[in-house]
Structures are given as structure tokens and as C-alpha cells.
């Protein structure tokens, strides 16, 4: 059974031999990432591989060969092509049946059906709220959980990527030109937050910018880009720590709600210029519709670098949680705590995060993001700003949200309306990454209660380790009317007065506000149960997911 950070996927294995470079990658797990010719030869020899069959290079077969063991391994009947290094001779690894106890296979296969019924169920509801068409039963059987959820996030952010290369013309060319920029950024001294920004300035485009756009259906993002997309996507899951709440799974939650509400952003008169394929061709004759898709959202609309950042954004958002508050970090003065001071847990996940990116063995895949320096600041300012958005506990950041909001949104006119789009983009951002970090409190009863569940779990099972001052369980049922009265549905106001989400704001009011009214009749027995759950080692105890 693989647990979340012990991933290897794709199945497609590949064992490459050589010199290596490591680097350190800082976090609470500080972990060695390694570098160089070797990586970059491996990752391209997934794009050759089979599923469940392990391929090795040349230089692996033969200290193979020279270890007197030639009978591990047969020669693929052809050679395969590998970019920067031409026809390459590689070998299969032999496969030998293994020997399993009685049961066990029978045993292992009934788990997995359990287990693929439950997540098919709330994979499909994900792919609904995110408006994909990806059917999680078509998927392969074999995957974990895990793996699901990565294909998942392939899916979603490799049709962001699609629309990116459309809106340059599908231009994606490599960016060694950009190097000495990608190595500076962020490095110019301070912290994350220190780079956080009032407002963002967005690219804009020209009525005949959409014109011309290429349709992103006909855009091919490429095996390599796509491959390193995967890879990557498989190394954020696993940074991922085993919490009930702040984990892998919560971060695609979070992730399908921000696509939601971006593709709702994005309608115009009931129509999407750029998820649909055909949208120049239906709005080519339509110039008052093509200068509402260019001005609607604020400027969100119309750049999908800004979309793919968001939703970046939210996959990363908690990679490395610690699963406990950054005020008891403070208090535990660990190391990140000691060097960023606040916001503790979100700019480690910005650093982690960017570190893994900015790593040689992805760029094919920034080369899709990015093409230049100026997309490669934005696209790293949307980042900190989308990420430090989702601490809402620290008094002083909200105090500041609070009076931005109310100079953006105010029935005063603004000091300098030039940048009043950008102010007010920036702003609706942060709110949309917001009600998404706390999107089960606006969904479902269900789903509500379930990651209810999840988060005192992780808050009951830190007090109980002594990372926590109070026990939790004496006031989770007033807290929760609490935060619903003064956060959850404040919020959710908040995204119906930005006059951008039509009428997904009314469903997320609605539901804020009927789970309220269920929470305070159920609430009380539902914390009792969650105690004798704990008590008895309940499922929901740790985040490990098989």
C-alpha cells in the first residue's frame, strides 16, 4: 500500500543511473530533491514506458550485467527516441509473480473496491463542481486514491495550460533565456510575505486579441510538458502531510471549488469565451459580446495565466501543513517559525512549492506557463498573493483585507480609476481562494459534516499530543456558529456584493446558512460522536489515504 508520501507515479517506472546533484528543499520535512542529466534522462524514458513495467537505461543494465545478473533483465526489441540524447538501447526489468499468503489478494481486492466506490463517488462530485469531463469509473482500477486525485489535477491543470498557449498563439519555446530571472525571483531578500502586493496589475487583451485567439481544444501542451506536470503534481501530493484535515485531499477540494467559481467568473451572457472551443467563431461577428468577455471579471476573464495561478495556487496552498495553527508554531518557535515570523505554514508551502517548479526537471512544463519575464513576475505575484489569502486567523491581515475590500467595493468613486480593475481583481481573488479554503461550509450537509469531522480531528488529536492549549471539544459546537456568523456567511455576502459569480454566490449563502441552522440542531451530538470516534481510533483519525 502506498501512503501519500511514498508515491511512485506515474506506474510507468523508470531506473537511470548516473551522477546526481542534490539540493536541499526546505519545510518542516527537509528533504534532498536531486538534480542533473540523470533526472532529465529518466523523466523523458517515462514517456516511452508501459504501465506496471519497469524500464531501465543502458548504464543500469549494465552495472546489472556486471553484478552477474544479465537474467533480471531482457532488451526491448526497439530502441527508443529520447529528447537531447537520440536513439537510446533500454531494457525491461523481468517480471517474476510474487508469492502472497492465502487471502491476501482476495482480501486487498475487496478493500480497493471499497475504497474506489467511495472515492469514485466524491472524485465525480469534484469533477462536477469543476466543471471537467473526466469519469473517474474509466479509471484505471489499479490506481490508489492518491493517484486518482493527481489525474485529477492533471486534467485540471492541463486545460488551463491549453488555454494559456492558445491565448500566445500556441507558442510554448523553451526559456533558457529566463533562467537568470527564475533563479532571482523571490531571492531578492525578505520573505514570502514581504512580497505580498495591494494590487496585482493583469495583462489586458484587445478585443482583437480574442479574435485571433486559437481554439485551446487544438492545442497540444506536448507528452513532456504533460509528463513533468504529472510528476510534479505527484511530488506536491506528497509533501503533503498525513492530517485528517490539511491534506492532499483538501487541497483538491479546495481546488475544484476555485475552478468553479472561475468558470463562473468567466460567463458571459451565459456563454464561456474560453473553455468553449469554438468561442471565436461564435463571437467573431459579436463585438459588443467580445469587448464584455475582454472587461467582464475585472480582467480575470480574459487572461488564463491569471485562472492557472489561482488554481495552482490552491493545489499548493497547504503542501507541508503541520496540522497545527502557526500560533503554536510561534509558540514551539520552530525553525520556519523563527524565520518567517507569521504566516508561518503558507509561506513555507509558496517556498516548497516554487522550489520544486523552478527545478531544471520542469521546464517543459513552465515553458508552458510562461514565456516571459513579465508572465514569469505575474504569474509568481499571483502565487503569494492567492496563497497568504488563506490566512485568516492573523488579526493584522485581516484588518487590512477589511478596509481594501471597502475602498474597492465602497459606493465612492475611486482616487485613481486606472488601476480600479486591478484593485478590485486582486481583491476578488483572495475572497474566491477564501470561500473555497472553506467551501464545505457552503456545500452539502454531508460534505460539510464530513470535513467538519476531518478538521476536529486533527484539532482534538493535536491537544491530545500537548500541541494544544484547550481542548477543543469544550467549545467546537459555539465555535462553529461562531465562525459561520462572522466569517462563513460574511463571506459569502461578500461574493454576491462582487457582482462577478451570478448565482453561485445565492448557492453558497444558501447553503452557509442551512448548515448553520443544521449545526446548531445536530451539532452537540455531533461533537459527542466525533470524541467517541477519537476515543475508539475512527477512520477519520489520520489523513493516510492507501
Not at 460 to 481: F, L, Q
Request: glycine share 6%; proline share 3%; aromatic share 8%.
Amino acid at each position: 500500500m502506498f501512503r501519500p508520501n511514498v508515491i511512485v507515479y506515474p506506474p510507468a517506472l523508470v531506473i537511470c543511473s548516473g551522477q546526481v546533484t542534490a539540493g536541499v528543499l526546505r519545510g518542516e520535512r527537509s528533504r534532498f530533491q536531486l538534480f542533473g542529466d540523470t533526472m532529465n534522462t529518466a523523466a523523458r524514458m517515462e514517456q516511452s514506458g508501459e504501465r506496471n513495467r519497469i524500464q531501465l537505461s543502458q548504464a543500469s543494465a549494465d552495472l546489472l550485467k556486471d553484478a552477474g545478473l544479465s537474467k533480471w533483465i531482457t532488451p526491448r526489441s526497439g530502441k527508443i527516441f529520447v529528447k537531447g540524447k537520440g536513439d537510446m538501447q533500454t531494457y525491461w526489468l523481468r517480471r517474476k509473480k510474487a508469492r502472497n499468503p492465502k487471502g491476501y489478494e482476495m482480501k486487498n481486492s475487496m478493500e480497493a473496491v471499497a475504497e474506489s466506490d467511495e472515492t469514485h463517488e466524491e472524485s465525480d462530485s469534484m469533477a462536477e463542481e469543476a466543471g471537467l469531463a473526466f469519469d473517474f469509473h474509466t479509471a484505471d482500477q489499479g490506481m490508489t486514491k492518491m493517484e486518482r486525485l493527481v489525474e485529477w489535477n492533471v486534467e485540471v491543470l492541463g486545460s488551463l495550460l491549453q488555454q494559456i498557449i492558445a491565448s500566445r498563439g500556441g507558442v510554448a519555446n523553451d526559456i533558457n533565456a529566463l533562467s537568470s530571472a527564475e533563479k532571482s525571483i523571490g531571492r531578492e531578500g525578505g520573505t514570502v510575505l514581504d512580497e505580498f502586493t495591494p494590487i496585482i496589475p493583469l495583462k489586458r487583451f484587445e478585443v482583437e486579441d480574442l479574435r485571433c485567439r486559437r481554439r485551446p481544444s487544438s492545442i497540444d501542451i506536448g507528452d513532456e510538458a504533460r509528463s513533468q506536470l504529472r510528476r510534479y503534481l505527484s511530488e506536491i501530493a506528497g509533501m503533503y502531510q498525513e492530517n485528517p484535515f490539511h491534506n492532499f485531499q483538501h487541497a483538491s477540494h479546495v481546488t475544484a471549488s476555485v475552478k468553479k467559481l472561475l468558470t463562473r467568473i468567466v460567463k458571459v451572457e451565459e456563454r464561456n469565451g474560453l473553455a468553449v472551443s469554438s468561442a471565436c467563431e461564435r463571437l467573431d461577428n459579436d463585438e459588443t459580446n467580445l469587448v464584455d468577455l475582454a472587461r467582464h471579471g475585472y480582467g480575470i476573464t480574459s487572461d488564463p495565466l491569471t485562472q492557472f495561478a489561482v488554481v495552482f495556487s490552491a493545489i499548493i496552498h497547504d503542501v507541508d501543513h503541520p496540522g497545527v495553527p502557526n500560533a503554536q508554531l510561534v509558540k514551539e518557535k520552530t525553525r520556519n517559525a523563527e524565520y518567517y515570523k507569521k504566516s508561518v505554514a503558507e509561506q513555507n508551502s509558496v517556498e516548497i512549492a516554487w522550489d520544486m517548479l523552478m527545478s531544471d526537471e520542469y521546464s517543459a512544463l513552465r515553458a508552458c506557463i510562461y514565456q516571459t519575464e513579465s508572465d514569469l513576475r505575474r504569474f509568481r505575484q499571483l502565487v503569494v498573493n492567492t496563497v497568504m489569502a488563506t490566512d485568516i486567523v492573523d488579526k493584522e491581515l485581516q484588518a487590512l483585507r477589511k478596509n481594501r475590500w471597502e475602498a474597492a467595493f465602497s459606493n465612492a468613486s475611486p482616487a485613481n480609476a486606472e488601476n480600479e480593475d486591478d484593485r478590485k481583481a486582486t481583491i476578488v481573488i483572495e475572497h474566491l481562494i477564501q470561500a473555497s479554503d472553506v467551501a464545505h461550509t457552503m456545500q452539502h450537509w454531508h460534505l460539510y459534516k464530513e470535513w467538519n469531522e476531518r478538521f476536529f480531528m486533527e484539532c482534538y488529536g493535536a491537544y491530545k499530543a500537548g500541541r494544544a492549549d484547550s481542548d477543543p471539544s469544550v467549545s467546537w459546537y459555539e465555535g462553529e456558529i461562531g465562525f459561520f456568523d462572522f466569517y462563513v456567511i460574511p463571506l459569502a455576502k461578500k461574493l454576491d456584493r462582487c457582482g462577478v459569480f451570478g448565482v453561485s454566490s445565492d448557492e453558497y449563502l444558501n447553503y452557509a446558512e442551512a448548515n448553520r441552522d443544521e449545526w446548531v440542531r445536530e451539532g452537540k451530538a455531533l461533537v459527542k460522536e466525533y470524541v467517541a470516534k477519537y476515543d475508539r481510533g475512527g477512520s477519520n483519525k489520520d489523513g493516510k489515504m492507501e
